[in-house]
């Protein structure tokens, strides 16, 4: 048994069990791996995948335990490198943060900055993504923190912080009809086109979900991955516009008004998450605590189980 063949068993489930994907992502041949595997099966004396032929179509099941063996396997070896290279170079390496494009734009800048002060040396990746591919990269190590409001607080395997509340608003243009409005509904609302977020993202699903228990037909005529969109076709007359309330800037979105919207659509929870049992560098610690100074090291640990 060796790890490039613990790697092919990780890379075969990852990819599906399709083994050219996974010779691919190995710079392998596909006939090597399918040679890694047969080795290993024959030394165990068990057989990890499926067949039917030469093609795999899943685990067996001893293969679903050792598949899940292979990932402790392969995240502990990594603990050991991430470990080495902590107490050889304490305040320099790579972070990698997987997040939507609502938290980078909006409100991570000010952590960032003050990240990047503290730890020039520390290279900052930052991927943005769909919530439910940020899980992905949580739980596949490509990422060693996630922020996102969806799906992660309900992902297992996946340690979950609250980190801020947020509401969503309404945006129109100066001289709208529903700035002389009263107190804002959501038949007033839906009176209007409405231009807001992409489902999946930043609260779309309880937006629907509101006017859906209201009873109230929601004429959504365009959704996009973020704010910036929204607001540039809602300045351009196609309708109103429901964003995060954090994504409004008065000076710098000139030509719209925002119009809050907590009383209709209540308040929604952005989570900071860690794949449990991960090993963190000191610097990955203090980047949680600069976005919520109550989220230290012991807590986060304790979280993860670290």
């Not at 996946?158 to 945006?171: D, G, L, Q, R």
């Not at 086109?193 to 309880?206: D, E, K, M």
Request: net charge negative; with cysteine.
């Amino acid at each position: 048994m060796n790890f490039q063949q613990l790697r092919i068993i990780q890379e075969t489930v990852r990819r599906n069990f399709n083994l050219t994907e996974a010779a691919n992502a190995l710079f392998t041949s596909q006939s090597g791996v399918s040679k890694h595997i047969k080795d290993l099966e024959d030394e165990l004396g068990i057989e990890i995948f499926v067949r039917k032929g030469k093609r795999l179509l899943g685990l067996t099941e001893p293969g679903q335990e050792v598949a899940r063996i292979v990932e402790r396997i392969l995240l502990d070896a990594q603990h050991i490198e991430q470990l080495a290279e902590q107490f050889a170079n304490e305040d320099q390496g790579q972070l990698t943060i997987a997040t939507t494009h609502t938290q980078a734009r909006y409100a991570l800048p000010e952590v960032i900055l003050a990240f990047k002060k503290e730890f020039p040396k520390v290279h900052l990746a930052l991927h943005q993504g769909s919530p439910t591919e940020i899980v992905s990269h949580l739980l596949e190590g490509q990422a060693d923190i996630g922020i996102c409001t969806e799906a992660l607080s309900v992902s297992p395997g996946i340690a979950c912080f609250p980190y801020y509340e947020w509401s969503h608003a309404v945006i129109v243009p100066h001289g709208h009809p529903l700035l002389e409005f009263g107190p804002l509904t959501l038949e007033a609302i839906a009176r209007y086109p409405i231009v807001t977020y992409h489902p999946g993202f930043t609260g779309r699903r309880g937006i629907d979900e509101i006017f859906a228990r209201a009873g109230v037909f929601a004429d959504i005529i365009l959704s996009a991955l973020d704010a910036d969109v929204i607001k540039t076709y809602v300045q351009c007359g196609l309708g109103v516009g429901i964003v995060a309330s954090m994504a409004f800037d008065g000076e710098r979105d000139q030509g719209l008004c925002q119009l809050p919207a907590a009383h209709l659509f209540g308040s929604n929870t952005t989570y900071i998450a860690v794949r449990k049992g991960r090993f963190m560098r000191g610097f990955a610690y203090r980047f949680v605590e600069l976005c919520a100074d109550r989220l230290d090291e012991t807590v986060v640990r304790a979280g993860i189980g670290a």
